[in-house]
């Protein structure tokens, strides 16, 4: 299974949190990586965005439909963004797809990279409009999680 963590890009300032908006900065950044994402995430990608405005207008970026799942809110956690996507077995909600992309937030996207590469929830950053690409596989018996790609939002320019 393949497993994109895309953070929202940048957003304006303000309350409430869950109607901010993307600045005109952020909406670059989205299109930025939604073009990076078209020429190069894998096919039959199923989407699964946090409610959140910010998280949408990212998403809407790549013209892709998705699905809106509220365990991806600001004040989620790593147990129910993992539980939303079906990691590391696939298919989240049951659709067999083997690539899913998340859009959400810090600091749920950080702490669920480190879980997922160091088997321990830390602190890490995520960069605003920024992806990484995880995979698993099973070699001799083990599941690993391999890092395939950070890529930052500027990085198409």
Do not use: Y
Request: proline residues 6%.
């Amino acid at each position: 299974m393949d497993l994109l963590l895309w953070r929202h890009a940048e957003a304006e300032e303000g309350l409430p949190d869950l109607k901010r908006k993307l600045t005109a900065r952020g909406e670059k950044q989205a299109r930025q990586m939604a073009d990076w994402l078209k020429k190069n995430a894998p096919d039959k990608l199923h989407i699964i965005v946090s409610p959140a405005l910010r998280c949408q207008q990212t998403a809407q970026a790549l013209g892709l439909p998705f699905e809106t799942d509220k365990r991806l809110r600001p004040d989620s956690n790593v147990s129910n963004l993992l539980a939303a996507i079906g990691w590391p077995d696939g298919g989240a909600n049951g659709t067999g797809n083997s690539a899913v992309l998340v859009v959400g937030h810090q600091p749920t996207l950080g702490q669920a990279a480190a879980l997922l590469l160091s088997g321990t929830e830390a602190e890490w950053s995520i960069k605003k409009g920024a992806v990484w690409w995880f995979s698993n596989r099973t070699r001799q018996g083990d599941t690993q999680t391999v890092l395939r790609a950070v890529i930052p939002p500027d990085f198409g320019r």
